[in-house]
């Protein structure tokens, strides 16, 4: 069964860092490129970040360029998202996804992991 | 940035009646392959997103074949021919064409 699960939500506060994983099964994640999608409270889908197969081309919303940090690891199968100078509006349930154009963009979503900024 | 607007932003439906959700683009989401890459997504109260027509026509596996994506350019729709219980929930269009991609600001789609 593929599947993606999402790790590393925590209560932070404003100006700190934190480090997502997802942890990618059922498929060969290598071949697949891979996003950042959140969720504030009450809100929409906000697209964060993707990285894409093979050459690891990065690319990121305005709203985290220069903050955020997105990598994976193949011979682990995992996803990362590195977060520095946090700030409030950070706030989100923070969900990976699958696939780029060659799949047709997030053909399967993990469950989420829940990142709170305040102090 | 492409702006996606959708329409309406709350749809009350009756049971087995039909329901359709617009979306529209501020800018063509023709890809320089001749492909178009917009998707809808549904998220049922308290679940993750689901994928359920991507590249606006394609039905993904598992998703009743009452749901139907069509359009071109700028402006696209999902249908649902005959609404049930379990469609309750928030409908997203994504455009994945163009940097940074986005999403559309959701419709809930409610039973009446």
């Known amino acids: 069964e593929v599947q993606l699960l999402e790790s590393g939500g925590d209560l932070v506060q404003p100006g700190g860092s934190l480090r997502l994983s997802c942890a990618a099964s059922?498929?060969?994640?290598?071949?697949?490129?891979m996003s950042w999608v959140r969720q504030a409270p009450g809100k929409g889908l906000e697209w964060v970040s993707v990285i894409s197969s093979s050459r690891g081309t990065t690319y990121y919303a305005d709203s985290v360029k220069g903050r955020f940090t997105i990598s994976r690891d193949d011979s682990k199968n995992t996803l990362y998202l590195q977060m520095n100078s946090l700030r409030a509006d950070d706030t989100a349930v923070y969900y990976c996804?699958?696939?780029?154009?060659?799949?047709?963009?997030?053909?399967?979503w993990g469950k989420g992991t829940t990142v709170t900024v305040s102090s | 940035d492409v702006v996606m607007t959708q329409s309406p932003l709350s749809l009350p439906v009756t049971l087995g009646q039909p329901a359709s959700i617009s979306c529209r683009s501020s800018q063509s989401l023709v890809y320089s392959d001749g492909q178009t890459y917009l998707n809808w997504f549904q998220q049922r109260p308290g679940q993750s997103p689901r994928r359920l027509i991507y590249k606006v026509s394609n039905r993904d596996s598992g998703v009743p074949d009452r749901f139907s994506g069509s359009g071109s350019g700028t402006d696209f729709t999902l249908k649902i021919s005959r609404v049930e219980a379990e469609d309750v929930g928030v409908y997203f269009c994504?455009?994945?064409?163009?940097?940074?991609?986005?999403f559309g600001q959701g419709t809930k789609v409610e039973i009446k």
């Open positions: 994504f455009q994945g064409t163009h940097w940074p991609w986005t």
């Open positions: 059922g498929f060969t994640f290598s071949t697949f490129a």
């Open positions: 996804a699958r696939g780029g154009k060659s799949s047709g963009h997030m053909d399967v």
